[in-house]
């Protein structure tokens, strides 16, 4: 990232996630030895990119790697029939023992089994290759969604004017808000909050005169932590709330805010 901004203190978003190109880094670095102010807000911001980091990595199921390596490992692979193909001959000795008959019932017995291996070999690799065709789409399909959230996060956390907030929620647990007026977002993640049963979740809301609008609902705590959410469309009057709703969220909230923030 580049800018042509005369005043520093706007950059010290892009600052934290390391953002700046060299000349800006090194004209900003030499303003935040003498700026506590900036000192400060990067160390706010460093630490919520990195809760926001924790929150957002996954795993993939156990195990997944070696499912399908084993599968492809059990699968046979076998060339193509030609016209020419001939079922193997018996070794002469064993053939010589043989009467006629039996000779040529082996015969057509390789004959038929041989077509019967080629179908079953092929029909396993189309499914083996169905599933790792799918197993593709959908990492494809994941892996874009998660780069067009990171680039949406990454823009709210380094906006010129990115402020950040934090919350106690009711009950347990500490939020952190970051938002942009020029974005007209947010990004809410938290820490410590409790579980709650299937039937539950909690949900965001932008809340604003005379209506409060759904803002996402909030993913299961990975290692304590949940998030990050980006909630978008905010207005000059609007507040921040969380609220315990029934499973699938609800359009309108149905219980009491937890936390709630000015923003």
Do not use: K, N
């Not at 978003?13 to 390391?18: F, M, R, T």
């Not at 193909?85 to 008959?101: C, E, K, L, V």
């Amino acid at each position: 990232m580049t800018s042509d901004r005369t005043e520093p203190h706007t950059l010290a978003g892009a600052y934290a996630l390391d953002a700046l190109s060299a000349a800006d880094m090194a004209r900003f670095e030499r303003h935040l030895a003498r700026c506590q102010a900036c000192a400060a807000e990067i160390s706010g911001l460093r630490e919520t990119a990195a809760r926001l980091a924790a929150a957002a990595a996954a795993e993939p199921p156990a195990g997944l790697v070696e499912r399908v390596l084993a599968t492809a490992a059990r699968t046979r692979q076998l060339p193509p029939r030609t016209p020419d193909a001939r079922p193997p001959s018996p070794a002469p000795h064993a053939a010589a023992a043989m009467p006629a008959g039996a000779r040529f019932r082996a015969g057509r017995t390789v004959r038929r089994a041989r077509p019967r291996a080629l179908a079953l070999a092929a029909a396993a690799a189309a499914i083996l290759a169905g599933v790792l065709g799918l197993m593709a789409q959908s990492a494809r399909h994941q892996l874009s969604q998660d780069q067009l959230r990171g680039h949406t996060i990454a823009a709210i956390l380094t906006a010129p004017d990115a402020s950040r907030i934090s919350a106690h929620v009711t009950g347990g647990g500490t939020a952190t808000v970051v938002m942009s007026r020029r974005e007209r977002a947010l990004v809410f993640a938290a820490a410590g909050m409790h579980a709650l049963p299937a039937s539950r979740c909690y949900e965001l809301w932008l809340m604003g005169p005379g209506r409060d609008r759904p803002a996402g609902m909030l993913p299961d705590s990975w290692h304590g932590m949940t998030g990050p959410v980006e909630a978008s469309g905010l207005t000059a009057s609007d507040r921040l709330g969380l609220s315990v709703e029934p499973a699938g969220g609800s359009p309108h909230p149905t219980s009491a805010m937890i936390m709630e923030v000015a923003l």
